[in-house]
């Protein structure tokens, strides 16, 4: 440590951060599919020699933590048969630390001086990899050999040839392989960059200081990571929550928490959580352990480097067969969802020793609506991640139109989608009413309402929080639930928050998701008539509403729309005493 600079320390660790974040960056900007170029469901990051991450770049917070596991796998499979140009690919779960199929792994290593010094690795969501469903979330799978093409740890590309035939064999069996084989191209561009800028960094201030610090930074991420545990009360905190369940009869998905904090390490134990299921919202224990750290970085206050080091003190267990560790051929598909609903787990226990750092619970992640179908005997596929709101905080109301914590994505915008899709967006907007009451509101809830513009459009959705909507917390209220609706004010056909099955839309078919609110955080009554009158103004709260949820009455006068102080008084001591 005496040999440490710690100047030039932040300085090498802010490079290795904007190398990891101009990773994200090329990718974003020569990406072929909406999924990657608009909803930014992807992730980068530079590895050391070893795999351990040295630097994440911005968007999927619930990807980073797996990386580890991906690249130590490379590693080890490749041991001694790397060189310069290479190229690995890779998805499956089960044989290559993967995440789910659609999230393929392209990673190079990186050269100096003949040794490997370090990994740029580009994770994607690629817009379909087969399987019986388009987009290959196939909630109704049984086996993940129904969710799509399976690869494991291959080189790509070996000593900067393409390996040809499997190029060949992605692009046969995806439906729509000039946006997979072009995103696939823009995770290499990625990589490239991230060599590139690291080669310079090693050039300006020499190999041995920068990977000097590069291991430093491990260890002081752990130090500054058990130094914020130890201002955390020691204990045991629990919390259950619960996934609605798939299809038609859906039985409730549970997941059961046990943090222990004992001085500066935490146990994340979910034994008691549901078995793994026959459906495809099974995650990989590397996505178990993502989303476990990527709660409790959120909560720690330091800036903490994003490398590896960060989950030393952190232990993840969960019961090999459960859903959140389960065995071949469990299928993988929409993991997603599992992944929401562990962090918002996490969150609820944590409650209890942080009042303060965490949220009410949110809308529950992204609703993933998948469309597709053919135009002229070309295949379509339309899949993004639909995000909306937070739930309540000890400060403030829960934020609203932004991405879950665990994945910093985007709502596609309508013009996007309706110019390369066959498909009309009638309604994109706020829903008022729908938020959890509580001295601070949760988020409003927004709705989208998608339209069938051709015959033969096949929807699939995967959704949450109907039967469970969100909670809240110490007396806030429940967010309302979300709903699916096929053609609303006609047929009005209420959908499963997790379809087994795909619906065939005609043309002229509306399909309606109205999200979930978040839930409130304190009493309600306790909430400021001000904030309560600002909401009326704004058409987030009816008048019914603020007078039933919040006990403050509010009137039209010559001095426009007030509160009634004394009225809200009366009525607010009335309702709390029955009287």
């Known amino acids: 440590m005496s040999q440490i600079d710690p100047f030039l320390r932040e300085v090498i660790r802010y490079a290795f951060d904007a190398i990891a974040d101009n990773m994200a960056l090329t990718l974003m900007r020569t990406s072929h599919s909406g999924i990657v170029r608009d909803s930014l469901d992807f992730s980068t990051a530079l590895s050391d020699a070893t795999g351990q991450t040295i630097a994440q770049g911005v968007c999927t917070p619930m990807h980073l933590g797996c990386f580890h596991d991906a690249v130590s796998k490379v590693i080890k499979d490749y041991e001694g048969k790397i060189y310069p140009e290479d190229v690995f690919i890779f998805n499956d779960p089960f044989v290559a630390a993967g995440q789910h199929l659609p999230d393929i792994y392209i990673t190079t290593p990186i050269f100096h001086k003949g040794q490997v010094v370090a990994w740029a690795t580009a994770l994607a969501h690629h817009s379909d990899v087969g399987g019986i469903v388009a987009g290959s979330n196939a909630l109704g799978a049984h086996e993940i050999y129904q969710e799509g093409l399976r690869l494991p740890i291959i080189k790509f590309l070996e000593k900067g040839v393409p390996n040809q035939a499997l190029w060949d064999v992605i692009a046969l069996n995806v439906r729509t392989p000039e946006k997979v ?58 919390f259950t929550d619960h996934i609605d369940g798939l299809g038609e009869n859906p039985e409730p998905v549970i997941l059961k928490v046990k943090v222990t904090v004992e001085e500066e390490t935490i146990i994340v134990d979910w034994e008691g959580s549901s078995e793994q299921v026959l459906g495809g919202i099974n995650p990989s224990f590397p996505f178990t352990k993502s989303c476990a750290y990527a709660a409790l970085r959120s909560v720690l206050s330091a800036d903490i480097p994003n490398c590896e080091g960060f989950s030393r003190p952190i232990s993840v267990r969960a019961p090999l067969g459960s859903i959140l560790n389960p065995k071949f051929p469990a299928p993988c598909g929409a993991r997603g969802i599992t992944g929401y609903r562990m962090i918002d787990c996490l969150f609820g226990a944590l409650s209890t020793a942080m009042p303060n750092s965490v949220t009410a619970d949110t809308t529950g992640g992204s609703t993933l609506p998948t469309i597709s179908g053919y135009v002229n005997g070309k295949a379509y596929v339309f899949c993004e991640t639909f995000m909306g709101t937070w739930g309540g905080t000890s400060v403030h109301d829960g934020q609203e139109g932004v991405p879950h914590m665990g994945a910093n994505q985007s709502n596609v915008s309508i013009e996007m989608i ?69 053609n609303p004010g006609s047929t009005d056909r209420l959908l499963p928050v997790l379809m087994t099955e795909v619906e065939m839309m005609k043309k002229g078919d ?28 704004e058409e987030k709260v009816s008048l019914n509403a603020a007078k039933i949820e919040y006990g403050v009455v509010i009137i039209k006068s010559d001095r426009g729309t007030i509160v009634d102080k004394k009225a809200t008084i009366d009525l607010r001591r009335s309702i709390s005493t029955g009287i």
């Open 418 to 486: 309706e110019q390369d899709y066959p498909i009309r967006i009638n309604e994109y907007g706020f829903v008022p009413d729908s938020a959890g009451a509580g001295k601070f509101r949760g988020g409003l809830a927004l709705v989208r309402e998608y339209q069938a513009l051709i015959d033969g459009t096949v929807l699939n959705v995967r959704s949450d929080k109907r039967d469970y909507p969100p909670h809240g917390l110490f007396g806030g209220k429940e967010g309302k639930p979300s709903k699916n609706i096929l």
């Open 181 to 238: 084989i072009g995103d696939l191209q823009a995770q290499i561009a990625s990589c490239k960059s991230c060599e590139r800028e690291l080669l310079d960094l090693l050039e300006r201030y020499g190999a041995d200081v920068v990977l000097k610090y590069a291991n430093h930074l491990q260890d002081y991420a752990e130090e500054l990571t058990r130094s914020e545990i130890r201002q955390i009360p020691n204990g045991i905190y629990y």
């Open 510 to 537: 509306v399909f309606r998701h109205t999200m979930a609110g978040g839930g409130g955080y304190g009493i309600p009554f306790d909430r400021d008539p001000e904030r309560v009158l600002k909401d009326v103004i």
